[in-house]
């Protein structure tokens, strides 16, 4: 089918707007991005301005310059008339085997303390054992809608809020940590989204969702208290390196460790006092 001359500076309007804006987000000027991408600055100002259709490797190439989410990338094909480059796989799809095949060793292996793999968007997406028996000491997790959202669980005042010691200062940690590790290190809209339903849970203060310098801690400890016994828990963050599929560059392997000698001596009889 024939494109006409109209759709086609649509396309490049688009894509020019997109490629402005992450531009604009990544804090660099058309002169910086020519050096970078080996593209002169005179037609980087002409695929902004929507005056010159880029090619599919230009764009390709400049959203490598700018770092561009894979996601965003084919976002921004899309908007010049191009096909998506990078795929979506589900993760039990055969093109994920490999990864999928690894994240389930490493959650095996970090048993018996809580190990989540989640996607861009808090979403669990598999456990090991350990996390289900510890969550299920407090909540019934099965009660819960799937997918299960980690931060709608620590949030929801049904969930695992009640038992968690020091609630504002962890809230509050972990509206942070949707900034510091959203993909790209740009909240999109589907994160504005979760971040604005987490605002709407009673005693979330409106300050809370604009990170500052007090909240870039080491580690956001998370403390759980349930008949007299506290544990303490922090995390380490395992991502794919050198994704190239979107779903690859979303995951996000989660893994608890006892933050302190007492908390790991009491993780296991506290499971059993309560799974019986």
Partial sequence: MKVTAG?????ATSAGALLRHWRDIRGKTQLDLSFDA?????????????????????LLDLAQALDVPLRERNELLLA??????????ALEAPA????????????????????????????VLMTNEAAPLLFNCFVDMSARPVPRNLL?????????RPFIANWPQTARGLLARVHRE???????????????????????????????????????????????????????????????????????????FPANDATEAEHGRFIRAHTG
């Fill in 182 to 256: 959203a993909v790209g290190h740009v909240v999109d809209l589907k994160t504005k989204a979760l971040l604005e339903e987490l605002s709407r849970y009673p005693g979330v203060k409106p300050e809370w969702r604009a990170p500052s310098a007090s909240d870039a801690m080491p580690t956001i400890l998370l403390s759980f208290i349930k008949d007299g016994v506290t544990l303490d828990y922090f995390s380490l963050i395992a991502t794919v390196g050198t994704p190239q599929t979107v779903t690859a560059e979303e995951l996000r392997l989660e893994c608890m």
């Fill in 96 to 123: 994920m085997t490999s990864i999928n095949r690894a994240l389930q060793r490493m959650l095996r292996q970090h048993e018996p303390f809580p190990a989540i793999v989640m996607d861009r968007y808090w979403n």
């Fill in 7 to 11: 759709a086609l500076r649509a396309r």
């Fill in 152 to 160: 709608h669980l620590m949030f929801d005042p049904d969930g695992m």
């Fill in 38 to 58: 080996g593209v002169s600055q005179k037609h980087i100002s002409f695929v902004e301005s929507g005056r010159s259709i880029p090619s599919r490797q230009m």
């Fill in 80 to 89: 010049a008339g191009y096909a998506p480059s990078y795929s979506d796989p």
